[in-house]
DNA sequence: ACGGTCATGTGACCAAGTCTCATCACTGCC
DNA sequence: GGCAGTGATGAGACTTGGTCACATGACCGT
């Protein structure tokens, strides 16, 4: 067909985030953006399992990389370092280009409670996927899931500053101070007793 | 129509949790739902928003004890213990009629990715909502969200080993057990030095 | 040239979700 | 007793997301 057009899934995932920019999520059909694309219906479910994963095309690879980020890690690392660690390989990856791309993208998704839908899950398997990397260094469950809910807190909180425009630091450096900022308010929580709070015992 | 049957939505959630079990979320259509509850697929539309929504029904009441609860603690209460008290509040409602239909439903919802999509929204809006409610009692946000995290967590552990059958504990004291668990985990991750670990400064 | 593979186009099909209109029971009012 | 209003339902058409089987045309190695 035609000539080898390459990147027809990076055609698609641009014809989807201006037609989703300008008319809406729920108004864009698939066929719609097919057609931008120069491409047909068959092929953008062939590119992508559902209209909504185009949005969220290359998360997968930052499940990855946090995980051998915290595996990665040096054995003396304790889970937040670890943490910290690779949070900091993470952000390092992104580009301006994802920079520019952020700031429609989070609307788009903010005005749709289907792809808040699907954020939520991707949010939960980077944290999932964080933990389990955490287990494996024995970093015992409740700890492990706690860290990584620290960490991939720090990750999209550090994102958001990250898109909001007249910051002049990088956006491992936010994810640094996202973290610490959640580690300072961890400490600050323990700090109380440790649960003096109503509630009868078990009988 | 007929006699006015009462509880057409409690008809519709039963036959769909029966479906689901029997033949599996993906392999039951909802015209074959609203049959076994004597309705049509319309009425099955007018009670939820989506096929999804029918197993999720109820979870909303959730979200407001929850929020409900944190703003009842007293003034001097810890951001944890007044998630300790809404917890407890929460769990306490909960019916044996709730632990029996339990398995079924994680059963379905754990080999379903779109079911997992829907709770793992629920769960966001949950935290989201406790997280609401602590900074409405002057939390700093940081704080606030980590607490409503570990809030939430707990409720889903001991959620999970409520249904799990041979316990002899109560919900609420599964769930504090687990709030506490946390709450030692969290501990230990801030013992350690606050952010040593590596990672550039910010040029 | 020839056969294989890969991306794509084509068209049919099913099920989810929306919408409009008709129907019937119950309620309250005259 | 009859009559309009309300509310839940049924009926059926329609759009769209998502799947599938099959055909086509370009590229690659032999």
Partial sequence: MGRWEPNARLRLV???IDLFAEQGYGSTTVPEIAERAA???ATFFRHFPDKREVLFAGQQVHTALLADGIAAAPRTATPVEAVAGALDALTSTFTPDQREFGPRLRAVIAGTPEL????AFKRAGLAAATAAALRERGVPDAAACLAAEMGVHAFYRAFD????APYRETFPALARHALDELHAAAAALVSGPPSAGPGRPAP
Same sequence: chains 1, 2.
């Fill in 14 to 16: 641009r014809a989807a």
């Fill in 116 to 119: 808040q839908e699907r954020a």
């Fill in 161 to 164: 500053r990250w898109l909001e």
């Fill in 39 to 41: 491409l047909t219906r």
